[in-house]
Antibody
C-alpha cells in the first residue's frame, strides 16, 4: 500500500524559513516524480513544485520560485520542501503526492499546516 | 487568476448528472493530458481521472472525463451527497513549464 506522510509544518514569522518532509512507502520511490501542492484557507488547490525520481529535473510555480527548494533523498524515501522568505500568503496546508503521469498524482499524504504570521 | 478556467460552483439533485468544465489553451489542455481531482479541505486530494479519461483503480464508473480542443469536462452521474466537494482540473503547461490547476468548482448536491 502506498503511503505518504508529511511533517514539518508549524507557525513561522514572515521572512522565516521552514522545511517540510514527506516520507514515502509502498512503492519504488526512486522511480517516481513527486509533487507538492498547497491549499490556503478559503482558496483552491495550487501546484507548488515537482521533482523527478533521480532529482535532476525540477519545476516550480512562479509564486515560489527563488524562495522554495525541492529536493529528495532516495535512500530515505523522502522528499523535502525547503521554504525561505516566507510570506503571509504562503499560509496553507501542504500536500505531497506521487506522480503516475504528468499532472496526475494518485496518492497523497494527509497534509501539514504551515502558518506564516507575526 | 488560474490558467485553467472552471465554473465556481455547480449543483444538482441526488441521482442526477452534473458536468464540470475546464477551459484552457493550446499550451496546456489542447496538447497535454488532463487530470481531475476531488478535494475536501483538511483531507488528501483524490485523483478521479487521469490521461483525459482514465479512472484509477477504485474510482467508480460514475466519474468520467472527456476532452475536446482546449476544453475538458468531468462528468458525474448518479450524484450522491458524499460527492459534495471541490473539484479541480490539472494539466501541464508547455509554455510555462509548470503544472497548472483550475480554480476549482464547488459541487453541491441539493
Amino acid at each position: 500500500e502506498v503511503q505518504l506522510v508529511e511533517s514539518g509544518g508549524g507557525l513561522v514569522q514572515p521572512g522565516g524559513s521552514l522545511t517540510l518532509s514527506c516520507v514515502a512507502s509502498g512503492f519504488t520511490f526512486s522511480n517516481s516524480w513527486m509533487h507538492w501542492v498547497r491549499r490556503a484557507p478559503g482558496k483552491g488547490l495550487v501546484w507548488v513544485s515537482r521533482i523527478r525520481g533521480d532529482g535532476r529535473s525540477i519545476n516550480y510555480a512562479d509564486s515560489v520560485k527563488g524562495r522554495f527548494t525541492i529536493s529528495r533523498d532516495n535512500a530515505k524515501n523522502t522528499v523535502y520542501l525547503q521554504m525561505n522568505s516566507l510570506r503571509d500568503e504562503d499560509t496553507a496546508v501542504y500536500y505531497c503526492g506521487r506522480d503516475i503521469h504528468i499532472a496526475a498524482a494518485d496518492s497523497w499524504g494527509p497534509g501539514t499546516l504551515v502558518t506564516v504570521s507575526s | 487568476q488560474s490558467v485553467l478556467t472552471q465554473p465556481p460552483s455547480v449543483s444538482a439533485a441526488p441521482g442526477q448528472k452534473v458536468t464540470i468544465s475546464c477551459s484552457g489553451s493550446s499550451s496546456n489542455i489542447a496538447n497535454n493530458y488532463v487530470s481531475w481531482y476531488q478535494h475536501l479541505p483538511g483531507t488528501a486530494p483524490k485523483l478521479l481521472i487521469y490521461d483525459d479519461n482514465k479512472r484509477p483503480s477504485g474510482i467508480p464508473v460514475r466519474f468520467s472525463g472527456s476532452k475536446s480542443g482546449t476544453s475538458a469536462t468531468l462528468g458525474i452521474t448518479g450524484l450522491q451527497t458524499g460527492d459534495e466537494a471541490d473539484y479541480y482540473c490539472a494539466t501541464w503547461d508547455t509554455s510555462l513549464t509548470v503544472v497548472v490547476f483550475g480554480g476549482g468548482t464547488k459541487l453541491t448536491v441539493l
